[in-house]
C-alpha cells in the first residue's frame, strides 16, 4: 500500500477508509438528481465492489464504502457506464446541492435544479485554498439552508401590486409572515422594508393581482463544522443570472486570492475583515471593474 496515491484519489472522490487499502467513494449528484440508471449503476457497483449498501450523505451525496484499491479503476469505469461521475474531496468546489425548486414545489420562486447545473459546470472541481459549498434553495422556506454554504442562493421575488386587479378580499395580508402588506378594504400598502421577498403574496392572491419577478438571495460566508456562522446577505434581490454569476466569480476569486490554505471563507473574512469582501462584491453587483 505504499505506493498509493491518497491525494490524488481524495481528489477524484475516494476517501481512505480505516480499513487498510479500502475507500468510500463519493459520487457526483448535482442538485440532489440522479437518474433511474444512475441509481440502478450505483446499485450494482455497491453488490459486486463494496458491501452492498451506500451512505446517504447530509449534502445529497451518496458514497459507496469498502471499495477495495485494486478496483478503483474498474469501479470508475462501471460506473460511467451508468452516466455516474465521482465526486471529490479536499480544497476544491465541492457538488452543488439544491432543493426541487419551482419546477416540483408549490413554495418555489426559481429553478434551482437548472441553477444547480450551471453552477457546478462552472464551479465544480476548482482547486482552491481550502474547500467550497454552495447551496441553492428555492424559497424563504429554506429547506437546504442555504446560509449554512460558503454562498448560499435562495430564491425570491421582487413584488408588485396591480391595483386594477385587486378585489380587497384580504389573502395577500394573511399570506404575508412579515407584516409587511395591509388591506384597507379599498387599498393595499405595502411596506417594502418588511418584505422578505418570499413571493406569497403572488402565489396566494385569487385574481393575480401581485406580480412577481424572480430573483436570488445571496448569502456569503456560511459554515457548519467545528465553528457555526450563518452566512450574510449583503445585496439586494438579484434578478438576472449575469449578475449572479459576477457577484459568485467575485466571492471565489475573493477567497481564491486572500485565503491560507486550509482555511475556510468564513475564517479568511474574520481574519482580514470584511470592508474590502464588501467592496468587491457590490462592484461585482455594480457591473463594475
Known amino acids: ?6 491525494a490524488s484519489l481524495k481528489k477524484g472522490g475516494f476517501m481512505r477508509q480505516k480499513q487498510k487499502g479500502y475507500f468510500s467513494l463519493r459520487i457526483q449528484v448535482v442538485g440532489g438528481n440522479l437518474t433511474a440508471e444512475n441509481i440502478k ?3 450494482e457497483v455497491a453488490e459486486k465492489y463494496g458491501k452492498g449498501y451506500v451512505h446517504m450523505t447530509s449534502r445529497q451525496g451518496v458514497e459507496i464504502p469498502f471499495i477495495n484499491f485494486e478496483d478503483v479503476e474498474t469501479v470508475r469505469a462501471e460506473l460511467a457506464k451508468g452516466g455516474v461521475n465521482p465526486g471529490v474531496c479536499g480544497p476544491r468546489v465541492r457538488t452543488v446541492t439544491a432543493c426541487q425548486g419551482s419546477e416540483i414545489c408549490p413554495s418555489g420562486c426559481i429553478d434551482t435544479y437548472s441553477l444547480a447545473k450551471k453552477l457546478d459546470e462552472h464551479y465544480f472541481g476548482r482547486e482552491l485554498p481550502h474547500k467550497f459549498k454552495f447551496g441553492v434553495t428555492g424559497c424563504q422556506n429554506n429547506c437546504l439552508k442555504a446560509e449554512e454554504n ?3 442562493i435562495k430564491g425570491g421575488m421582487e413584488v408588485t401590486w396591480v391595483k386594477d386587479k385587486c378585489i380587497n378580499c384580504g389573502v395577500c395580508e394573511k399570506a404575508c409572515r412579515t ?3 395591509k388591506c384597507t378594504g379599498t387599498e393595499v400598502t405595502v411596506d417594502y422594508s418588511k418584505c422578505n421577498n418570499c413571493g406569497r403574496c403572488v402565489k396566494s392572491c385569487p385574481t393575480d393581482a401581485w406580480e412577481g419577478k424572480s430573483g ?3 448569502s456569503f ?3 457548519f463544522g467545528n465553528h457555526i456562522y450563518k452566512g450574510e446577505t449583503i445585496l439586494p434581490l438579484i434578478t438576472d443570472e449575469d449578475t449572479l454569476f459576477r457577484v459568485t466569480d467575485a466571492a471565489i476569486g475573493f477567497f481564491e486570492k486572500n485565503a491560507n490554505p486550509g482555511e475556510r471563507f468564513r475564517l479568511l473574512l474574520q481574519r482580514v475583515g470584511e470592508d474590502e469582501f464588501r467592496k468587491e462584491i457590490q462592484a461585482a453587483y455594480k457591473g463594475q471593474e
Open 1 to 6: 500500500m505504499a505506493n498509493i496515491d491518497y
Open 41 to 43: 449503476a450505483v446499485a
Open 150 to 152: 460558503d454562498i448560499g
Open 179 to 181: 407584516g409587511a402588506i
Open 216 to 218: 436570488y438571495i445571496v
Open 221 to 223: 460566508g456560511g459554515l
